[in-house]
């Protein structure tokens, strides 16, 4: 596997710079965004730390006093939900107001509950948090924003593999390296996909899953299913569900290829349920049973506060009496940074909105036409049937919470995990619209420029006013 | 047979392309950093008083508070005042102005009541007045639709705490007292780069501060455009030959376009 990795880099320089491009991206992201500024941060990193000092799978049902001194000293704790508020600054100096005071915060106070501010993270499995906090337990002679710093670098690391393995899919989708490259460059500087990157949070470890477990599926479809990948694949998926338990979306799209490959005639259905039974296996022995024991739990049952009744009928209604949130939820796949309280450019999302609208009806043409010509595009089509299976999940649970009296729960980043098919899908449409290949190079290139410029835009002209001006 | 080798034109085009780019992400941030999102990054603030033991009174129609002060520097940009509501939700606007000493409003902003939180310092912003250094001036406090139990008043505190300046209401001096207030001073250009990037320097480990931050942003940048060169010769290596020319037209114009933005603003979104 390593010679074939190594291989991989001889034949494919560009690769080389991909890893470049993403990982310093991510990492300049993880550098200018305050510590616990993005969504739920803190309770990630408390998580973290938690098992970094003791040592246990269970994480403690508290953040530590130490974060809350830490925010005490340098203003942070006042940031998220309030635009105008920002950290402390000391005028022309490098070190913040009382910045020394951080080292000498006692080591008492990582394992010291700061009272009130329980840990919400800590229902997630911890398979993540286990990896991070092993740098956490090796900076851990730094003070805490230090610490903070590095297990974002964590983050960047992962999601840059993550986009590695979406630019070996996206080779295989488009047939072409120019394409899949630019397509492979869009994605990973996509400003709002980049910085939740770079930040403390298990999402990172699930898109590197996810991205592998679409590679996977691809091949699949390329070169057949062969029982070593079968058996990869329901190992990724076990994996995965014991990161979040969110990874459930997965089995459906498993399901979704089996059904693709019958299709296709590249598998019987005794072969299908075989290789199911086998997959389904793998998950319910590494993980299955810590669900069914109750170690790891995931409900949404009906609480106090329910607001209205199940049924398809009630699922309808929401749809048409929600539809402009879930619309803005979608526009938050493009950006919408911090605690949600700073999003880019207007015109930027109408832009992006209008393209989008474009590349849909580029695509629908393009899946028309492949079949009429009885060349049906099968990795597109399988695409947006993986994609409609993945939305409609989170659509569904997002429903479930909120008849259970919970809060609208779905965010446009929920998306990130299934990045690659979307973008490809989207490109395929935009695509249809230029018969010429050459011009098809250019309009990638345009791209490519045009996602560099709004990545330093939302920087720039967005993040950096909201935290430091 | 010639030793050279000729360039091929078409991957000048590709090179140049992103250093085209470049330069135009230059402008642009460059335009950013030096238009109003970035107005609030006061490089210095001076605190004059910070004690709150009285307040000063409604503000109603026809009250004036008047703090004089003395600017120690060029640029001043902000004056923040700690305001109280008397607990309530008060409807008028409040109006600022700042007199310089010929009693010549030079800066008037208008504040809408729901911006004004109870017992919290207030900013007071404005267009930088870039001779300041020197200058006395009056930071006035008047609310023309102020009535008693609908209507802002101002912290002061109850001490001679800044020499430089006296606080007055309606016009008469309030010996031993003075309002909670500060004001800061914003510089132009490359000043606020440098205080921006201080700012995005504190709090993070060494390696990352100053010259480590600028040195990531940088490698950051030239890989994204180095990438986009490679994208771009590949294009351009596929582009046939009878459309060099275009190629070169395209070069030209895109050199013509980074020009063109460079000599004119704004163009930000």
Redesign the interface.
Known sequence: MVAAGLRLFREDR?LT??I??TL??R??WA??T??WQSPDEIQHFAYVQSMGEDLSLSPSDYVSQEIGTAEGI?G?GAVPGHPDET?F????????PD?DL?GEIPDVQRVTDDIGRDNTANQYPPTYYLVASVVYRLLSM?NV??IV?GVRLLSAVISTATVVFGYLTLRRFFDD??TA??AA?VIS?LPMYAYMGAMINPDVLIWLLFSILIYLMVRALDDGLSPEMNAGMGAIIAIGVLVKQTFLVAAPMYGVLLGFLYLQNALSLRRAAIFCGIAGGIVFFFAGWLYLSGVISTETAYHEGMRESRSIEGFLNHLNDDWTLYAATFDGFWGSFGWLDTPI?I??FSWIRTACAVAVVGLIFHAAASITDRRPDTKSLFFVAISVVFIAAWVVLNYLRITSGELWLLQGRYFFPIIVPIMAVLLRGLLWFVPHA?SR??V??AL??GV??F???AM??YV??RY?? | MSGRVAADPRLIVAAL?PLT?GV??LA??WS??DGP?????P???ELFSYRTDTPVGEITSGVAIEQSFLATRDYLTQVDINMATYVRDNSPDLVFELVDENGVTVRRVEVRPETIIDNQFHAFRFEPIADSTGEQYIARLTSPDGQIGDAFTAWAGDCDCYPGGALFVNGVEQPDSELAMRASYTRPGVVVWR??L????????LI???AG?VL??A???A??????G???G??VR???PE?QPRILWLAASLIAVAIVLLITTPY??
């Open positions: 560009f710079l991909l470049g491009v310093f991206a990492v300049l550098i200018v305050p510590a340098t942070l950290q600054f000391a005028p022309n100096s490098l070190k913040g910045e951080l730094f924003l230090t710093l390296d120019l490259r630019a460059l500087l450019s015109q930027a050459r190079d250019w990638m290139v490519v420029a560099i410029w990545q330093l835009d720039v002209g950096l006013p430091y001006a | 392309l780019l135009f992400l642009w941030t950013l950093v999102r970035f107005d609030s990054v490089t210095t603030r205080e921006l201080d700012r995005m320097s504190q709090y993070k480990p990352f501060k100053g931050l990531v942003a490698i950051a940048t890989m994204s455009l180095a990438a986009l490679w994208v771009a590949a294009a596929r582009s046939p459309v930000s979104f």
